[in-house]
């Protein structure tokens, strides 16, 4: 976060607009309803005018829109690496197309958090303090600006396969981190790959643990044995889509 708010790519603005409390963020007319309302996924929405720090994500969309079309290899299956092309299409150019990344909560209303290492009135509120675990956890070392010189415990465990949920592709996975690696000086080279899958349904639906409909694997272990539990859940499910959880199928592994 340093290296890039000397950089100049991260910078303090005022935004104002519609908030909603429950998600911990600014909506737009997109989120609206077709009835112009904002839907109650949203929770509590208020309008709020705020001071907070954002990343100019939208300086590097040409480079990941370059990136993502002649790297076919970048997210699997292809039609997920589509949908990312088609969405970073979307995305606005500028600063005042609102596509740069708000990085940051006051203190003054969010006491938890990472400080911002320039703004001690300021913690980081996603997606820095979350996305950057993936190196800093194998030994990337930020006081380092060249990616050739890191230490050589990182260079031999990335660039790394990521294996992610459909849900969380675009635009955390697919659309910041990139940018964020690519800002920090990464090479086309060090992005990591990003395979992504999709959900085991019970019924036609997801598996939520709070909706209830989920599945014991070690109960099913216990009464199938490991090794068929493994084999069902590797082959009867093709990577990148939905599949619905069948006992019956258990049993016939």
């Known amino acids: 976060l340093q290296r890039l708010f000397d950089q100049g790519q991260i910078y303090k603005d005022k935004q104002s607009g519609y908030y ?3 998600q911990e963020q600014f909506l737009t007319d997109k989120e609206r309803g077709p009835d112009g309302e ?3 996924e949203w929770g509590q929405v208020e309008f709020r005018e705020e001071e907070n720090y954002y990343f100019r994500l939208s300086d590097h969309k040409e480079w990941l829109l370059g990136f ?6 970048f997210v699997s299956p292809s039609f997920r690496q589509t949908e990312l092309i088609n969405a970073v299409e979307k ?3 500028d600063r005042q197309s609102g596509s740069d990344l708000c990085i940051s909560r006051p203190k003054s209303r969010l006491s938890w958090g990472i400080e911002l290492p320039f703004d001690r009135d300021y913690v980081n509120y996603v997606w820095f303090d979350a996305l950057s675990n993936y190196i800093s956890f194998v030994g990337y070392d930020p006081t380092i600006d060249k990616y050739e010189s890191q230490p ?10 990521q294996i992610i949920g459909k849900d969380i592709l675009i635009p955390a996975h697919g659309i910041y981190w990139p940018i964020m690696l690519h800002a920090l000086g990464f090479p086309d080279e060090a992005m990591p ?4 899958h999709g959900w085991w349904n019970l019924g036609g639906a997801k598996m939520s643990k709070s909706a209830g409909n989920i599945v014991d ?6 009464k199938y044995g490991p090794e068929a539990v493994r084999y069902y859940l590797m082959s009867d499910i093709v990577i990148g889509y939905d599949a619905d959880f069948l006992e019956y199928r258990v049993a016939e592994a």
Do not use: I, T
Request: hydrophobic residues 45%; aromatic residues 8%.
């Open 193 to 196: 790959q990003l395979l992504v």
């Open 20 to 22: 909603s409390v429950r």
């Open 38 to 40: 904002f839907g109650a």
């Open 217 to 222: 694997p070690n109960a099913l272990a216990d």
């Open 68 to 73: 993502s079309r002649s790297h076919p290899n």
């Open 91 to 93: 995305m606005g150019g």
């Open 152 to 161: 050589e415990e990182f260079l031999q465990k990335w660039p790394a396969l």
